[in-house]
């Protein structure tokens, strides 16, 4: 159980670009979902938190204006990048938990977008 | 959230145990320990967490320090499988990932 799907599993497009990139938990009603970005040799970092319902919290440093986070229900949270630029190009990765700190995240397989 | 420290890497014989250590002595008393692991180019797959008591699972065990200032990760027999990336981090909340400790298991 548990089953976090992420789509598409990779991304090329262009320069000014808008991509949109979906989390979908299957089998459990997730009330939070995170995003993080992954640089090569690096560890995760976080971008944002989102509750269903209500509007994300962005980590300091990150613009909410270029990354739009959408969570419409419990099972849905969209990560949409806005006019993606070659720096934008980086492995993104959602997580969806039940409940509080005491319950587990479980992750999606990633996204490698690529902005040339 | 408090903040972890992991060893950077650890090497192991495939078929030995392993055990990961991870300090986080700033935790609070209501923060859980969660540990994940991530393999090349996947998102982090969940291992185990616990609060207090010492966690088993059909993956690993959770030993967690009387002051809660530490825990182990312990693999009791490695396969070259579980080579990986492993994080352990704490949270009530949100999650922050430190560098974690890079697992190479030879056969």
């Known amino acids: 159980g548990a089953v976090v799907s992420q789509h598409p599993s990779r991304v090329i497009c262009k320069s000014g670009t808008s991509v949109k990139i979906e989390c979908r938990s299957l089998?459990?009603?997730?009330?939070?979902m995170f995003w993080y970005r992954q640089f090569p040799k690096q560890s995760l970092m976080l971008m944002a938190t989102?509750?269903?319902?209500?509007?994300?919290?962005?980590e300091q440093g990150v613009e909410k204006d270029k990354f739009l986070i959408n969570h419409a229900s419990l099972t849905l949270s969209t990560l949409t990048v806005t006019s993606a630029h070659p720096e934008d190009s980086s492995f993104y990765i959602c997580?969806?938990?039940?409940?509080?700190?005491?319950?587990?995240?479980?992750f999606g397989d990633g996204t490698r977008l690529s902005i040339l | 959230d408090a903040k972890t420290t992991q060893p950077n890497s650890m090497e192991s014989n495939e078929e030995e145990p392993v055990h990961l250590p991870c300090n986080h002595s700033?935790?609070?008393?209501?923060?859980?320990i969660h540990w994940y692991r991530q393999l090349p180019s996947q998102g982090p797959e969940y291992v185990i967490h616990?609060?207090?008591s010492n966690v088993n699972n059909r993956m690993a065990s959770l030993a967690i320090a009387e002051d809660r200032k530490s825990s182990t990760l312990i693999l009791h027999r490695a396969t070259l499988r579980d080579a990986a990336v492993y994080y352990c981090?704490?949270?009530?909340?949100?999650?922050?990932f430190g560098d974690g400790t890079t697992l190479t298991v030879k056969p």
């Open positions: 089998d459990f009603q997730a009330t939070t």
């Open positions: 989102s509750n269903e319902g209500s509007k994300a919290t962005y």
């Open positions: 616990g609060l207090t």
């Open positions: 700033t935790i609070s008393g209501t923060d859980y």
């Open positions: 981090i704490t949270n009530a909340g949100k999650s922050t």
């Open positions: 997580s969806a938990r039940k409940g509080g700190g005491n319950q587990p995240q479980h």
